[in-house]
């Protein structure tokens, strides 16, 4: 069948090249139509993913129109922020699946990638896909898994079969908006865990750190409509492993960064989106809004946009009244 993946940056791409090995057709839409030609004419995007050689099955285009027609699913890949723009200007698709990962919020309202898709095509259906799913590992066809997420049960299997590979399994859940926030919480988490690289604070404190960003992860994931054990799968714990351990990631990179004393401006210059930082500051929006109490998130937030000290932050969170487990 053909799918047109949105966004053509690092995990879009790797994406358009796991379908393409799975013998889909894949449109590969970005916004840029230079880069669009030069991925015809070199059959490689090195801006965000060097290495990779895109096969014939993946035709780059600028055009939604062709993007999109006669395609059984879009596949979103661009940044979280952008998503809304992007959907209302390319033709509605008869399903999509969300691959961002991040939350948004937004009128006094804290979104999921899911729920901004149905709100501006209500009529399609909508699936997601997450897990512990570094891009340029996806590409290089090192094994991975993920879950794919619907509420429609015969989507979420066709999202499976899509995907599913020699090197790429995939499993399926009911629990959307688990899978969803188990995705994107864990970015900020990366942040943090890198910041604690940066700082040289050890294994222990990186440990201790992530453990109880876990536990945050899980508190507002079930709080918002996740089930508990979606959080300690893939789209949870596995992928929290990988995005707070691996050189490969951003978030964790990007906190690293911080700790050494990059702002907000510089990580912005880079060609790459961090989106922990997004993350981060919805969060930070919610939990104002909503006077809820999110300690690791708090501490990122305040790294990253206030520009405190996260020597003097992370101490901070250390010397919280004690309390049980």
């Known amino acids: 069948m053909k799918v047109a993946v949105i966004g053509a940056g690092g995990w879009g ?6 379908l393409a090995g799975n013998r889909q057709q894949v449109a590969l839409w970005t916004r840029r139509c230079d880069l669009a030609a030069a991925m015809v004419a070199s059959r490689k995007n090195p801006d965000y993913l060097p290495g990779a050689v895109l096969p014939p099955q993946v035709v780059p285009v600028c055009d939604g129109e062709q993007a999109l027609h006669d395609a059984a699913m879009a596949v979103v890949a661009t940044p979280v922020r952008y998503v809304k ?3 209302t200007a390319l033709p509605a698709a008869k399903a999509y699946v969300s691959a961002a990962k991040g939350v948004r919020f937004t009128e006094g309202r804290l979104l999921r990638v899911s729920e901004v898709i149905a ?19 996806v590409a290089s066809g090192k094994p991975a898994a993920a879950v794919a997420a619907s509420s429609q ?14 090197t790429f399994r995939v499993y399926t859940s009911s629990d959307v908006a688990g899978v969803e926030l188990g995705g994107a919480l864990k970015n900020v988490m990366a942040l943090a865990a890198g910041m604690a690289d940066g700082l040289d ?5 990186k440990a201790a750190l992530l453990t109880r960003g876990l536990r945050e992860i899980v508190r507002f994931g079930t709080a918002h409509g996740g089930k508990r054990e979606t959080f300690y799968g893939l789209s949870g714990l596995g992928d929290l492993l990988a995005t707070a351990a691996s050189p490969l990631s951003r978030n964790r990179s990007a906190g690293e960064r911080f700790a050494r004393g990059a702002t907000l401006a510089d990580l912005k210059a880079g060609r790459q989106v961090v989106e922990g930082v997004h993350t981060a500051a919805a969060l930070h929006e919610w939990a104002t809004a909503k006077g809820v109490d999110l300690p690791v998130s708090e501490a990122v937030w305040r790294v990253v946009y206030r520009g405190d000290d996260p020597q003097r932050v992370l ?3 250390m010397r919280r009244a004690p309390r049980p487990e």
Request: glycine share 8%; hydrophobic share 50%; net charge negative.
């Open 153 to 166: 049960d015969d989507l979420a299997r066709l999202v499976q079969k899509a995907f599913s590979g020699p």
């Open 13 to 18: 791409t790797a994406l358009a090249l796991l």
């Open 315 to 317: 101490e901070e969170l």
């Open 201 to 205: 604070l050890g294994d222990n404190a």
């Open 119 to 137: 709100e501006v095509n209500p009529g399609s259906r909508v699936a997601v896909l997450s897990g512990p799913n570094l891009a340029a590992e």
């Open 85 to 87: 723009t992007v959907l």
